[in-house]
């Protein structure tokens, strides 16, 4: 869990993904499109990517992948980030970390 937090922490766009989900290459995507150049952690190619994951799982991420968090606070997953998206709360709060300078 230690790791995690200091992981969520170091950026101000963090997504926790797989290459194998089809969501976390959408929720990618809509990030990049944005402009926004997210840490992405992909947890299928990286060292203890499985601890990682149950890491998520213990915050209550269900699905735990996609998982964005946004300026070290857990947004959610492939669901909230579309509903923010949608109701035009996703790029002021881009705008608030400073990863987005539309």
């Not at 230690?2 to 969501?23: A, G, P, R, T, Y």
């Not at 857990?74 to 109701?87: E, I």
């Not at 881009?94 to 990863?99: D, P, Q, Y």
């Amino acid at each position: 869990m230690e790791k995690l937090q200091k992981m969520i922490s170091e950026k101000s766009v963090v997504i926790f993904s797989k290459n194998s989900c089809c969501m976390s290459h959408t929720i990618k995507t809509l990030f990049l499109d944005f402009g926004v150049s997210p840490t992405i952690y992909e947890l299928d190619d990286i060292n203890k990517g499985k601890e990682i994951e149950q890491a998520l799982a213990q915050l209550g991420c269900s699905p735990t992948v996609p998982v964005v968090f946004i300026g070290g606070q857990l947004v959610g997953g492939a669901n909230q980030v579309m509903s923010l998206h949608l109701n035009r709360s996703l790029v002021p709060m881009l705008k608030r970390v400073g990863a987005l300078w539309l």
